[in-house]
């Protein structure tokens, strides 16, 4: 298994981390198989999406905070960040790449995005490969 750490510079954000998740692959070895990337953090996700106009992850952004307000009377987790818990799962916590002549096959307009809901914070993804 393989750890890299980035930080989050803003409190919500879709940062694109498809270089380091290709450093990761580079480190691993792998030629062939399937590469799956973790966020282990309760209010950070990730997800793949377009990574040509930065307004796609924009209105992504906006569309989450529309759906899943920051406070809402309703909200009874003590630490007061029911959001971002909340959007974390809806992105999901995991992504699997297939990785053929050691390459993500990435679709051309396609990057894997780590999701920070609660930040700005230091944070850490996991990389494990399968294959050979
Ligand atoms: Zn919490």
């Not at 959007?87 to 916590?93: H, P, V, Y």
């Not at 390459?103 to 494990?128: H, N």
Request: with cysteine; hydrophobic share 40%.
């Amino acid at each position: 298994m393989i750890t890299k750490i980035l930080s989050t510079t803003k409190h919500s954000q879709f940062l694109n981390i498809t270089s380091l998740v290709m450093e990761a692959l580079g480190e691993s070895g792998l030629k062939s198989g399937t590469l799956n990337v973790f966020v282990s953090h309760t209010t950070a996700g990730i997800t793949i999406n377009e990574n040509a106009d930065p307004n796609v992850t924009r209105d992504m952004l906006n569309i989450l905070d529309r759906m899943v307000p920051w406070d809402h009377p309703d909200y009874k987790h003590s630490e007061g960040n029911t959001a971002a818990h909340m959007k974390a799962s809806l992105m999901g916590n995991s992504a699997q790449i297939i990785v053929e002549e050691g390459r993500l096959q990435l679709g051309i307009w396609q990057g894997i995005y780590f999701c920070e809901f609660d930040g700005p914070r230091e944070r850490k993804i996991r990389v494990k490969v399968v294959g050979k």
